[in-house]
């Protein structure tokens, strides 16, 4: 089973900063790749797919890059209502749908 | 609108079995995969399980393969999960996902609000 390592754990930003979020799969995952935003008590949020599209009303102070084993998403500079858990998930190999275990962008 | 309406969740000892459904409106369900994504308390989400939209070509993580079935009816547009022989750790809220395409090596676009399985000692 594939598996996606997202680093780091927990990233401390200040409001206005920008931040880097780095996602690696174990094996090429080619660009199939998406990114989530989790808040608490929330459903996940669709940012980004096909590892560098935006999702519909997703702003553009996110971007997603990469391809084969190694991402980013960018937040380019974090306003208050993106302090939560991003998530990315590989599509492209068997079993499809693996998630990375998260990266917790907290405030500063 | 999409809607995603899960059920069957609840208290379980181990060992033992729950049936999950997860009825959808406001789409073509036949025309898409769709999928189980669970979340333990305080932790990452997991993705579960898929199924693509005929219901011809089926996903499990390593975790529940063996133990759990997904399955779905295009013709009540609903999708299920069979869960037997639990065990603590799956301890989650289960959540229904509708993935893009037909195919399920695509992302998800509309989740549910999921359905809490907890385990009585």
């Known amino acids: 089973e594939i598996v996606m390592t997202q680093s780091p754990a927990t990233l401390s930003v200040s409001p206005g900063e920008g931040a880097t979020l780095s996602c690696r799969a174990s094996?090429?995952?080619?660009?199939?790749l998406a990114w989530y935003q989790q808040k608490p008590g929330q459903v996940p949020r669709l940012l980004i797919y096909g590892a560098s599209t935006r999702a519909n009303g997703i702003p553009a102070r996110f971007s997603g890059s990469g391809s084969g084993t190694e991402f980013t998403l960018t937040i380019s500079s974090l306003q208050s209502e993106d302090f939560a858990v991003y998530y990315c998930q590989q599509y492209n190999s068997w079993p499809p749908g693996t998630f990375g275990q998260g990266t917790q962008v907290e405030i500063k | 609108e999409v809607l995603l309406v899960e059920s069957g969740g609840g208290l379980v000892q181990p060992g033992g079995s729950l049936r999950l459904s997860c009825a959808a409106s406001?789409?073509?369900?036949?025309?898409?995969?769709m999928g189980w994504v669970r979340q333990a308390p305080g932790k990452g989400l997991e993705w579960v399980s898929s199924?693509?939209?005929?219901?011809?070509?089926?996903y499990y993580a390593d975790s529940v393969k063996g133990r759990f079935t997904i399955s779905r009816d295009n013709s009540k547009n609903t999708l299920y999960l069979q869960m037997d022989s639990l065990r603590a750790e799956d301890t989650a809220v289960y959540t229904c996902a509708k993935l893009r395409s037909t195919s399920c090596y695509t992302w998800v676009d509309c989740w549910g609000q999921g359905t809490l399985v907890t385990f009585s000692s």
């Open positions: 406001g789409f073509t369900f036949s025309s898409y995969a």
């Open positions: 199924i693509d939209g005929r219901g011809g070509s089926t």
């Open positions: 094996q090429s995952v080619s660009s199939n």
